[in-house]
């Protein structure tokens, strides 16, 4: 028999959860240059595709996957501001691609803003990793973006 249902405790209540009903976070994995973020969402045959990006670094994912139409979503709010006319995304059988543009040219300390230890599904992109101080020797991450981009996928969502 499985169990769907865990408790959640509070300092003034005991909640109880379906566990059925609460979203995942897929892994996520995140690679800078001075005047942009590639962020890959690692999700295979993701469907129902939701994504908004704001100016001020607000960065929201949903996706549901697999047989059971499991729900899975990222909510970020990411180092700096962003130039969402200028970011685009691109969705594949594997995963969801972004090139996000960052409203200032500028190294970040790192992805989002909250400090100390970053969530355990959030990792590091080694394979489009530039260091900062070799940036202008090429390796550029290889992507196709097509046509697809926030601002249309952004009116679809709201």
Not at 28 to 56: C, F, G, N
Not at 65 to 80: H, I, N
Request: hydrophobic letters at 35%.
């Amino acid at each position: 028999m499985q169990r769907h249902l865990s408790f959640c405790f509070s300092d003034s209540e005991v909640i109880l959860v379906d566990r059925r009903k609460m979203s995942r976070h897929p892994t996520v994995k995140w690679a800078q240059r001075s005047d942009k973020v590639y962020i890959t969402v690692e999700l295979p045959d993701a469907e129902d595709v939701k994504l908004k990006l704001v100016p001020e670094g607000k960065f929201f994912f949903s996706a549901t996957s697999g047989a059971s139409k499991t729900q899975y979503e990222v909510d970020l709010d990411l180092f700096d501001r962003v130039d969402v006319n200028e970011s685009k995304a691109s969705v594949s059988s594997r995963c969801v691609c972004y090139l996000v543009k960052k409203a200032e040219s500028k190294w970040w300390n790192r992805l989002i803003k909250q400090e100390g230890k970053p969530p355990v599904y959030l990792k590091v992109d080694w394979d489009k990793w530039v260091d900062e101080d070799e940036e202008d020797k090429g390796g550029e991450a290889d992507m196709d973006f097509g046509d697809f981009d926030f601002n249309l996928e952004r009116r679809r969502v709201m």
